[in-house]
């Protein structure tokens, strides 16, 4: 029988509330499914048939260290998804690659380390370029600009490269569209309720709290995820899972992020979904 670890952390040693119908699903297509924490000093990961990456929350406060791991996994066992992707998904700049292949991407700025920076107009969103789980992210308006400012200053104090985005207003209503593709083919798509409020603390923990429903996704939004999914390095067809974040803006959906080392799939919203994933796993092995 196969054996697969499936990458976590301490915290959630059982993986997330995707793990136990995942598990089972795995044991129905003859694959033993192992929780593993991606630092436990003891795996062998030669020992695993696949190493799939999860719930591995934690990377980007530890981002060289994980690099260095997947790249280890990679050396020993096969890593999904793939090494690759992976360096390439982690840093969001990725996102200035997508908008330069005209892709629709909504606007982003890049602030780096020790550069002079100007904050735009308006409401806008500031995070990290590496960042996950919406930590170090937040909401402000033009009156926040203050708080905005030693909110950069402080990222870019820990060497960090900060992404300031604009606000995009239809998300208060309507929520982000996530579009989730399993072996290549599309699943599912959830709809998340607005994350960042105005004047809110910083996420505490290892991400915030979401609101999820079912949601089905517009031929449009369908098509832009499409695209986007074309663009990654290795094309879509190397890829285990896939999610897709969009929203809408004034001309059409706009991509948020691409979410391919360690996204929530939301195996529980769609019934076929965890099969579907564990197949696809049964396919590598």
Known sequence: MATVALATISEFPDLDDDGPALLAALAGEGVTGRPVAWDDDQADWSAFDLVVVRSTWDYSDRYAEFLHWAEHVSAVSRLANPLPVLRWNTDKRYL???????????????????????????????????????????????????????????????????????????????????????????????????LLRRGA???????????????????????????????VPGGPDGLLYARVDLVAGPDGPLVLELELT????????????????AKAIARLV
């Open 262 to 277: 360690e996204p929530s799939l939301f195996l529980g919203y769609e019934p076929g979904a965890p099969a579907r994933l």
């Open 201 to 231: 603390k910083l996420v505490q923990g290892l991400f915030a709290q979401e609101d999820i429903s079912a949601r089905t996704p517009s031929p449009d939004e369908l098509a832009v995820a499409d695209l986007v999914l074309r663009a």
């Open 96 to 194: 200035a690659e997508l908008s330069a292949a005209g892709l629709p991407v909504v606007p982003t700025s890049w602030i780096e380390p020790g550069r002079p920076f100007e904050l735009p107009p308006g409401e806008i969103v500031v995070k990290p370029a590496v960042s996950a789980g919406s930590r170090d992210t937040a909401r402000y308006t033009a009156d926040d600009a203050a708080r905005a400012r030693a909110h950069v200053q402080r990222l870019t104090g820990e060497d960090r490269v900060v992404m300031i985005q604009p606000y995009i207003p239809s998300v208060d209503a309507d929520g982000e569209t996530a579009l989730l593709w399993l072996g290549g083919a599309f699943s599912h798509a959830i709809r998340k309720g607005p």
